[in-house]
């Protein structure tokens, strides 16, 4: 092999990634419900008018649009899925809206969980488990 050869060129989409997710404390996961409520709300609400919307056009018109409302609001609903990521908060249903917060509680790795139609955030599950092992949170003072 040649010692001198040019090592591979960048990932040119690698900047501003990490493998690792960002790791959320209560409270700054709490301090964002504010915005993942308003950004929930327009995906429930863009989630039916995509399941009305595609449904009438299979069957002729829809009174919400044509094929190009229909892109429009699944580029919507993209920009919206992306907000969740770009913010470290990992989507994991759509329908109903299901979304995890990484988190470590007394040193194990742990996901806030939030469902849709919950008015806050008050669960948490192991993240080797996901939400079959779902559980109320501690009820203490301290951080985690």
Do not use: N
Request: proline share 8%.
């Amino acid at each position: 092999m040649d010692d001198d050869a040019a090592p591979p060129p960048a990932d040119p989409f690698a900047e501003g990634r990490s493998s690792e997710p960002h790791v959320f404390t209560l409270a700054e996961a709490r301090e964002l419900m504010p915005d993942v409520h308003r950004t929930a709300d327009e995906l429930v609400t863009l989630r039916a008018d995509l399941a009305e919307l595609a449904a009438d056009l299979r069957g002729g018109d829809s009174a919400l649009g044509g094929r190009a409302e229909l892109k429009a609001a699944e580029a919507r609903l993209m920009e919206l899925q992306s907000w969740f990521a770009d913010t470290g908060i990992e989507v994991k249903g759509i329908a109903p809206l299901l979304i995890d917060f990484p988190a470590l509680l007394d040193g194990v790795s742990v996901r806030l969980c939030w469902l849709e139609g919950e008015s806050e955030l008050g669960w948490y599950h192991r993240t080797d488990l996901g939400f079959v092992g779902r559980r109320p949170l501690p009820d203490r003072t301290s951080p985690f």
